[in-house]
């Protein structure tokens, strides 16, 4: 017995309902107005399909998603690195939120799973799409804001975004060899001296290990694959123990 149009609609609402409880639970955050969950992860592809229904799609929560990520992160990085110029903190950021980065969030989320989408996107593989998985992250973070609060786009950055930018995954845009040399320059403590301790491996994929001593003291060990590299990761370690020590 074939169903109707309107138990099919009831069943796909059901099916949809499910989804984003599932999302909720697995996010443990959830939502006061559901409709803006849903409109976070709702692709124009999808509403052009469903002209008959009230859908709205995620691009007016990417814009405001956009300026939330934005303050945010800038508002972290402005307190965990008061050494940095504001071109160093411009570059910085730029890296946390362009969209490799937003990518790679939106893909450790399972975020793909739960977008919806007209059928030729689907088809023509839009889930696994860089631009729009990157809109996603972008709209779930507006539709947060608008739900919950600045305080709790916060407190999912600090799980999702801010624990890669502690563990190093930006370093590569970061200039700590600056950073320590400007702080020594200004408290007048000393000549800053680099070494490079070790050096393994073939031509092809050589390990340097660098140490940065100040007057003679060690400061901080790095590795890399370049003694550039090993280098800055010293020279970033040797700025913790400062500030640890000033604190």
Known sequence: MRKNGKEINTNVNRALENLFKDFQKMMGIYFDDEKLLRQAFTHSSYVNEHRRKPHEDNERLEFLGDAVLELTVSQFLYKKYPLMS??????????????PALVEFANELKFSKYILLGKGEEHTGGRERPALLADVFEAFIGALFLDKGFD???RFLEKVVFPKIDAGAFSHVMDFKSQLQELVQRDGTGVLEYTILQETGPAHNREFVSRVSLNGEELGIGSGKSKKEAEQHAAEQALGRLKANAE
Request: proline residues 0%.
């Open 152 to 154: 709790e786009a916060i």
């Open 86 to 99: 504001e071109g160093e903190l411009t570059k910085l950021r730029a890296a946390v939120v362009c969209e």
